[in-house]
């Protein structure tokens, strides 16, 4: 699962990726969207120690988009805190949901 957080209004944008290094290309689509239905660029991006956005390619690809990187540390949540409530409350009400459909238990309906 990938989510991006908007600091100012807090809109959540949800994406489910099967691997992690479709992320990079995932973002480069999301920048897309969010110019487009904004008409405001992104101007930061924080994310974990995540190897999937430090490949060359794609720090180039901030620094053409005049997208400044900001890195938490390493095991610190607390850094990111607003992303870290949003993912456990999205893994609750999927749990939530899937228990009450009874079908927690069918990997299929897990992205």
Avoid at 45 to 73: A, D, P
């Amino acid at each position: 699962m990938l989510a991006f957080v908007d600091n100012s209004s807090r809109k959540i944008w949800v994406y489910f990726l099967r691997q992690r290094n479709k992320a990079s290309p995932m973002f480069k689509k999301f920048e897309v969207l969010v110019e487009n239905q904004t008409g405001r660029k992104i101007k930061k991006l924080r994310n974990n120690n995540g190897l999937e956005f430090y490949k060359k390619e794609f720090n180039e690809f901030c620094v053409t988009q005049g997208i400044t990187r900001h890195k938490i540390l390493v095991r610190k949540p607390q850094q990111n805190g607003v992303i870290e409530c949003i993912n456990e409350t999205l893994l609750e009400r999927a749990r939530c949901m899937l228990s009450n459909a009874n079908i927690w238990h069918r990997r299929d309906f897990w992205a």
